[in-house]
């Protein structure tokens, strides 16, 4: 087979195949025998018709396209591998020879799109600025009232609810005059905004036993969405009372002994989660960087397939306004995937089986499905490479974010680490699962020795004991020839 490429545009590709007939001819055996066993020709059994009596009422033309048919896919993947192309899409095939004498060539042309080339800059000479970590006094004092509301204890008072308190209330819907609803001694926030809309301002002011009515659309039940008169009782005012700032509260609230030492620990946290958000910072900055360097183009046949199994997921295919709306977040979605694989290649990503498992056991909590199940369900719908693929993005940017300098807006250098790995973390672990592998090896071959040891030791014993057993047979023999006559010798007879 022979094969040629030919670049119709950055994004695109043709290849012309020429087979010889000789390489098509087991699809056409196989051809012949397939429809030999579809066919009924009296006087021939089901799967036993020559190939002359299928020529002779079917015509050799069907057995040719049965038979290109069942090669093209084959001749096609062979032709993509010999010149390393990799598809994107299903191709557009034509064929423009067959051979229809029995001579000649099978000559066909497949275009299809590809991956454009992508040249990723310098990971090197990129720096990278983020925020610094600053828990300022005001963040400080938030995390406080937080913890303290969730130490605060609930006090009945006898005074109108106000913005804050918390009611015990009963609600009674109507529509035309009609009960459509009713609960009763349900507690509420007042200003959480959870219920109702409209509840806040309804119950603000009302003592306990209080009463109005106010219109809203109902939040859910039979009729959601319908307006309705909803009558509002407080039969219970409450407000939170906060434990006081001190040393006693740290000890309620914490381990740590004083307030002080609260509130440090509170400020420590909270610059652990801030460099949490440098890592998500800088990984955003360095994709636009690579993104805005690295200008390719994505081609038009996959933007469109990606776009049409969008809306056909949301059920919204003609929807020409979404259309439009998700285009250029799907042009750039494939961008950063494209990117994002070839820095792979070049970083020479690989996903370890262990690495896999993890991911797809912590999916399958995300789904709340079992295990097993998303994992066989993953591999029969085969979804198994796309995971891969997509762990392999990931690691590219964490290997990626290592290779770049990532400072703070006051030039300070900004230690990842903890979330993107290192290089002699690696190493560390490479090591380990070295010095594991060669430890299972050494056992397994200490067993296999062992094993080898066991048997030389029965075959010895048993050599021991077959040559007592002969010994104690040879001298029986000879006591039995010591003990029998002498045997005569029988006269020959003469012809």
Do not use: C, W
């Not at 590219?396 to 290089?423: H, N, P, Y």
């Amino acid at each position: 087979m022979k094969s040629a490429v030919e670049t119709l545009d950055p994004t695109r590709v043709k290849l012309t195949v020429e087979v010889p007939y000789a390489e098509l001819a087991p699809s056409i055996e196989h051809a012949y025998q397939h429809i030999a066993k579809d066919v009924s020709i009296p006087g021939f059994r089901k799967g036993k018709v020559p190939p002359r009596i299928i020529d002779q009422r079917i015509g050799f033309g069907a057995v040719l396209e049965h038979a290109i048919n069942d090669a093209l896919p084959k001749f096609y993947r062979e032709a993509l591998v010999s010149n390393e192309i990799i598809p994107l899409g299903q191709p557009e095939v034509d064929v423009t020879e067959a051979p229809v004498e029995r001579t000649g060539d099978l000559v066909f042309t497949a275009e299809v799109d590809v991956r454009p080339e992508i040249t990723v800059p310098e990971l090197a000479g990129l720096r990278v600025e983020v925020s610094p970590v600053e828990v300022s006094d005001e963040e400080l004092d938030a995390r406080i009232e937080t913890l303290r509301h969730r130490f605060g204890s609930l006090q009945g008072v006898d005074r109108p609810a106000a913005e804050g308190d918390y009611v015990v209330i009963d609600l009674n819907a109507t529509i035309g005059g009609e009960e459509v609803d009713s609960v009763s001694g349900i507690s509420y926030e007042i200003g959480s905004g959870t219920m109702l809309d409209g509840l806040d301002d309804a119950v603000v002011g009302l003592a306990e036993g209080g009463s109005t009515t106010f219109t809203t659309s109902l939040a859910g039940g039979e009729r959601e969405g319908e307006e309705a008169e909803v009558t509002v009782t407080v039969s219970g005012v409450k407000e939170l009372e906060l434990p006081e700032l001190d040393d006693d509260f740290a000890q309620l609230a914490s381990e740590f002994d004083t307030l002080e030492e609260l509130r440090a620990d509170l400020r420590s946290s909270a610059a652990a989660g801030k460099v949490e958000e440098q890592a998500v910072e800088a990984r955003d900055k360095l994709m636009a960087a690579l993104v805005e360097a690295a200008d390719f183009p994505v081609p038009a046949g996959v933007i469109e397939a990606e776009v049409v199994r969008h809306l056909e997921s949301e059920d919204r295919l003609e929807d020409a306004e979404h259309r439009e709306e998700i285009t250029p977040e799907v042009t750039d979605a494939l961008r950063r995937q494209f990117l994002l694989d070839v820095l792979a290649e070049q970083l020479e990503v690989k996903v370890s089986q262990e690495e896999l498992i993890d991911f797809l056991v912590r999916m399958a909590q995300q789904y709340r499905v079992d295990p097993n199940e998303f994992v066989s369900n993953a591999d029969r719908t085969g979804q198994i490479p796309v995971f891969v693929a997509e762990l392999a993005r990931n690691k590219a940017v964490a290997l990626a974010l290592r290779k770049v300098e990532v400072v703070d807006t006051e030039g300070a250098s900004v230690d990842l680490s903890a979330f993107i790995g290192s290089d002699e973390l690696d190493a560390v672990r490479d090591a380990a699962a070295a010095a594991v592998q060669d430890a299972a090896e050494a056992a397994e071959a200490e067993e296999v020795a062992e094993a080898a040891d066991v048997v030389e030791e029965a075959s010895s014993e048993g050599a021991d004991e077959a040559n007592d057993d002969a010994e104690s047979a040879a001298a029986d023999e000879a006591a039995e020839a010591e003990e029998a006559p002498a045997a005569k010798p029988k006269k020959s007879k003469k012809a």
